[in-house]
């Protein structure tokens, strides 16, 4: 490790509860941090996790209170930047090493361990820590510069290759393929041709190491800019390209066109680099923008379908199931708007939540009593009565109507339901039909796959169906599962809460 990456830099949390082991790794762990924090309890842990946010932990599985499984599982599910995580442990079992490699888990070390090795890992996931946050930095640098600062880049003949988006900006008319192979001089007014030509010159006698001086580009406001041009040189020394890099000395320009400009640049910067962001950005306004005029249709064809029916007029029935109809699809369309914008409410982690407890029995019999929703040929239902679990009630309404819905619609009108509560943090939902199953059962829970679209247009709950789901499990920390139901031959969705019913599904979602 050189000396400029410098691990005293990085702060590291132990946790041990073997008194005899604890102490010598302390001892060698406190010469090589200066920063470092001490538990031998899960309990302990987790509370100076929350308080000093260490980037690396080194932990044993075996701690009294809170298990160092859970300890790393609630630390994951902390919000903010994630530690290296090391875990030492003396059992070897795979069933553990499978838990680890899911909770994201960056090195395992088996006891009894040597200090020099364990020493060593320590010392790469530092610099691979140092290094992280080094190329961040110099991404962030350069981020700043292609955004705010004009430039392109030529080939050894003076063809244009690229430009980026700054200096696209400037000529307000195309984007860069109109530019692309054309020669450098184009992008340049009359007046500075001979400057441009003494530039080359300069350049292809290498006299210099890189030419700076002043050109006005070939834009309607004629842009003057201070240009320095630089050869871009292969490891060997052959010069392979070149790029010019200007700054904007028109007096002229306002300031607050630059401001716009920028703000611009920054707008479709996070766009480009955050696709999932934008969908949800579109859905959101577009969902907004529908709901002022479906709650129109929907509360003006119940009116008008009233006064219809209050006078006499040609084709009276038709008209009457015409707006009933009006009505019902306008609703259905609210529900799936409502939908989107619930969801992209989750992505956008603005969705509230009001956990509390409530009668898990009374919810499952609202829901398939409710006969909008439809009436399957045979519907058992098996649980106790008068359940009580912990979570948000109106979005467990959303998950288990979702998944009711989708039994009505594919089942062949057989559901099953069962349902078993341990207490009210751990629990477990199974939803299952007698239809055809579903094939893509990871694909089924995306949002853009072949198979949802066929959910989507047979959903009329959320309209979003399975991906809603599986957005407000991932938001209440409830496991999912879907496989073939091996009493109905349908599809069975396992709906579940708490670590050992998790077990029970490893091949889940």
Known sequence: MSSHENPSQIAILYVESDTDLLRPVASRLRSLFSRLYIAENGTEALEIFKKYRPQIIVTDLQLPLLSGLELIRQIRAQEGSQPAIIVTTSNSESEVLIDCIELRVDSYILKPFRLIHFVSVLQKISQGLLLEEKIYQNHQYLLALYDNIPFFRMSTSFSILSL???????????????????????????????????????????????????????????TVCYASIFPIRRSHGEVYEFICIMRDITLSHKLQKLKETLISQEREREMLSKLNQTKDDFLAMFSHELKTPLNAIINFAPYVHSKISEVEIPEKEKLSKLLLSIERNGRLMLEMVSGMLDAARLRAGKMEFRPALFDLSALIEQITQDKTLGIPESLQIHGNPKTLIYSDELRMRQILTNLYHNALKYGGGTIHIDYNVKDKENFCIIIEDNGKGIEDKEGVFELYTQEWELLRRRLSGSGIGLYLVRLLCDALKLYIFLDDSPKLGGARFTLCKGDEYAKEYPSGG
Do not use: C, D, H, V
Request: no cysteine; charged share 20%.
């Open 164 to 222: 980026n988006p700054r200096l696209i900006q400037l000529f307000e008319q195309g984007g860069e393929e109109r530019f692309i192979g054309e020669e450098a001089e184009r992008l340049f007014a009359p007046s500075s041709f001979g400057a441009f030509n003494a530039a080359k010159t300069q350049l292809l006698s290498q006299k210099e190491p890189y030419w700076q001086g002043t050109l006005t580009l070939n834009t309607t406001e004629s």
